[in-house]
């Protein structure tokens, strides 16, 4: 089946003063998958992802997303994209349910709280306040505001940093079911099991530029195929294994 492009990138390059953070990049996101832009510090992913969610201005370059031309209607691109907040946008007299309810209105949406946090295991926080909340529960929250206003792509930066290896598998669990009710994901990440566990493709970045995009598979095939070998045979299970194997799945959230 033909797959449905939900954002298209074309040539974007970035400047600030005289330093060009994106040097061109190209690349297409597909309606329902979970699409990584992985590559190390510095390496313009941030920029790339706050242009394409109209909160930065591209020095040049075509953006489009579900068809949407970016110079042409950003306000359109706005309503149909799902954007984390920064924390501070979660007034702390305001619990789980009336924050939800605050964003609903925001948006014109109607939601019903109680199952959105059901969605995401926060059923019993719903009369907590944000800052009640552990790592884990913080960030399933604010992937919880992303969908809100019911958008076809959301995007997620760094959306396990800091978090435990049960919060970390439980949010991976959570980003897949997002994607199988048919929200298209684009996420970054410096973690590859991650990326390799999660991403239907991802595009690597350095410098400004994509030098890969495929789906993980096709990536280590390749380099598999060029004569890459590991050095040392690689182990049955690796130390996360035994953590996890020791302490259980279970979220740990005291
Ligand atoms: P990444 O998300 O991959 O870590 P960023 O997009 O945040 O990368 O940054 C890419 C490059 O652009 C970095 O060298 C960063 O220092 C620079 N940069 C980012 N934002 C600004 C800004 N507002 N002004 C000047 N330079 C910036």
Same mark, same amino acid.
């Given at each position: 089946m033909e797959? #449905? !492009?939900?954002?298209a990138?074309?040539?974007l390059?970035?400047?600030?003063?005289?330093?060009?953070?994106?040097?061109?990049?190209?690349f297409?996101?597909f309606?329902?998958?979970i699409? @990584?832009?992985l @590559?190390?510090?510095? =390496?313009?992913?941030?920029t790339?992802?706050?242009?394409?969610?109209t909160?930065?201005?591209?020095?040049?370059?075509?953006?489009?997303?579900?068809?949407i031309?970016?110079?042409?209607?950003?306000e359109?691109?706005?309503?149909i994209?799902?954007?984390?907040?920064?924390?501070?946008?979660?007034?702390?007299?305001l619990?789980?349910?009336?924050?939800?309810k605050?964003?609903?209105?925001?948006y014109?949406?109607?939601?019903d709280?109680?199952?959105?946090l059901?969605?995401?295991?926060?059923?019993?926080k =719903?009369n &907590?306040r944000?800052k009640?909340?552990?790592g884990?529960?913080k960030?399933?929250?604010?992937?919880?505001?992303t969908?809100i206003?019911?958008p076809?792509v959301?995007?997620?930066?760094?959306p396990?940093?800091g978090?435990?290896?049960? &919060?970390?598998r439980?949010?991976?669990?959570l980003?897949q079911?997002v994607?199988?009710?048919g929200?298209t994901?684009?996420? !970054?990440?410096?973690y590859?099991d /991650? &990326?390799e566990?999660?991403?239907?493709?991802c595009?690597?970045?350095d410098?400004?530029?994509?030098?890969?995009v495929?789906?993980?598979? &096709?990536?280590?095939?390749?380099?598999?195929?060029s004569?890459f070998?590991r050095k040392?045979?690689?182990?049955?299970?690796?130390? /996360?294994d035994v953590?996890?194997?020791l302490?259980?799945?279970?979220? #740990?959230? =005291?």
């Amino acid at each position: 089946m033909e797959k #449905r !492009t939900m954002i298209a990138v074309k040539d974007l390059v970035k400047q600030y003063g005289d330093f060009t953070a994106v040097k061109g990049i190209s690349f297409e996101v597909f309606e329902g998958e979970i699409f @990584g832009l992985l @590559g190390p510090n510095g =390496a313009g992913k941030s920029t790339t992802l706050e242009i394409i969610e109209t909160l930065r201005q591209k020095t040049s370059g075509e953006v489009w997303v579900d068809g949407i031309n970016l110079d042409e209607n950003p306000e359109a691109i706005k309503k149909i994209i799902g954007v984390q907040l920064q924390s501070s946008g979660y007034y702390p007299g305001l619990n789980l349910v009336e924050l939800i309810k605050m964003f609903a209105g925001l948006y014109n949406q109607q939601v019903d709280p109680k199952a959105l946090l059901r969605l995401f295991n926060l059923e019993d926080k =719903a009369n &907590a306040r944000y800052k009640a909340l552990s790592g884990g529960q913080k960030q399933r929250f604010s992937i919880a505001t992303t969908l809100i206003n019911k958008p076809k792509v959301i995007f997620l930066d760094e959306p396990t940093t800091g978090l435990d290896p049960q &919060a970390r598998r439980n949010l991976w669990d959570l980003i897949q079911q997002v994607r199988d009710q048919g929200t298209t994901v684009v996420i !970054t990440t410096h973690y590859m099991d /991650e &990326a390799e566990f999660l991403c239907d493709r991802c595009a690597i970045v350095d410098s400004g530029r994509v030098i890969a995009v495929d789906s993980p598979d &096709a990536l280590i095939d390749n380099l598999v195929a060029s004569g890459f070998e590991r050095k040392k045979e690689v182990k049955k299970a690796n130390l /996360e294994d035994v953590f996890i194997h020791l302490t259980g799945k279970d979220l #740990r959230e =005291a």
